[in-house]
């Protein structure tokens, strides 16, 4: 079952679809997760839709919304802040912690790219999420960009637009949008894995809350919580370091996981049954359902 709602996030009105999977008996509280989407996505026809589809397959209910600024939700069209997204996210734990069909003790947060940095970061300053599974996703955005903007001549580019973002800024009192891709490097190829309901242009400042975000700071803060890193081997839009750096930051227990011959969208359709079969023993493991396994 899938029911749309609207929660409140600061004043604003963000919307969300919660998925209660078959089989639950009546007042019956099962485990959830807050489903985060990627870099100014959304919610639909994306990887978080994917996600929560997968959990809610699993026996999980789950909420997958739109950050403020994207999607359906209230808030100005790309203006995407870092600890605004944070603050969103306990917000929507909030909503959801009150819903008569989840155990509000046992709510986690899963999030893709950058949904994954605001996953791993807000589990790591409130310790009320119950566990945290992070796709693909990174912990120190400067050294993520660089990583996206390898070559001298690609990171001389890429400073220069933050530059020439906060000069536009305060010569003009205006925002400088700029392509996403400008910001986070995409190739062609993968570009078809984004939701149609994704933005294409953002502002610089949007950028900059990117390059001054570090999970890996509060990382650690998350044991003994469990902690799934899991990341697309030679991974060509988030660099697989940012989880292998994560992994050494965080406390035990913690895994990360690695999968080859995919690059950054582990559940496209080719490569989702061995993503799902990764992903459904570590829950098992982990953070079981008392849905799993009843006929």
């Known amino acids: 079952m899938q029911q749309p709602f609207t ?6 009105a963000l919307s969300g679809v919660l998925h209660i999977p078959d089989g639950r008996r009546a007042d ?11 870099f100014v996505g959304s919610k639909d026809e994306s990887h978080a839709e994917i996600q929560a589809q997968i959990l809610e397959e ?13 999607g359906a939700s209230e808030g100005q069209r790309g203006q995407i802040r870092c600890f605004d997204q944070v603050a969103d996210t306990k917000n929507a734990f909030n909503f959801l912690a009150g819903r008569p069909e989840i155990d509000a003790g046992r709510i986690g947060v899963i999030g893709h790219s950058f949904g994954a940095a605001v996953a791993i970061y807000t589990a790591g300053v409130d310790e009320r999420f119950a566990c945290v599974i992070s796709s693909c996703g990174w912990g120190h955005g400067e050294r993520k960009f660089r990583g996206q903007h390898p070559t001298p001549e690609a ?16 010569e003009t009192g205006e925002s400088l949008w700029v392509s996403r891709f400008d910001v986070v490097p995409i190739p062609e190829r993968l570009r078809r894995n984004l939701s149609s309901k994704a933005l294409m242009e953002v502002p610089v400042e ?32 988030t660099p697989t370091e ?32 061995r993503t799902k079969d990764a992903m459904r023993s570590w829950l098992g493991k982990f953070f079981p359902t008392p849905l799993r396994g009843r006929g």
């Open 7 to 12: 929660f409140q996030s600061d004043g604003l």
């Open 28 to 38: 019956e509280k099962l485990p959830a997760f807050l489903v985060l989407h990627g």
């Open 58 to 70: 699993f026996g999980y209910a789950a909420f997958r919304f739109d950050m403020r600024g994207c």
């Open 155 to 170: 990171w001389g580019k890429f400073t220069a637009m933050l530059e020439k973002g906060r000069a536009h800024k305060q």
């Open 206 to 237: 949007t950028a900059q809350s990117m390059f001054d975000f570090r999970a890996e700071d509060v990382v650690g803060n998350i044991a003994p919580r469990p902690l799934l890193l899991f990341h697309t081997a030679n991974d060509q839009v």
């Open 242 to 273: 940012q989880s292998m750096r994560l992994f050494e930051k965080a406390g035990m227990p913690t895994e990360l996981m690695l999968v080859t011959g995919t690059s950054h969208f582990p559940l496209s359709p080719d490569d989702a049954p």
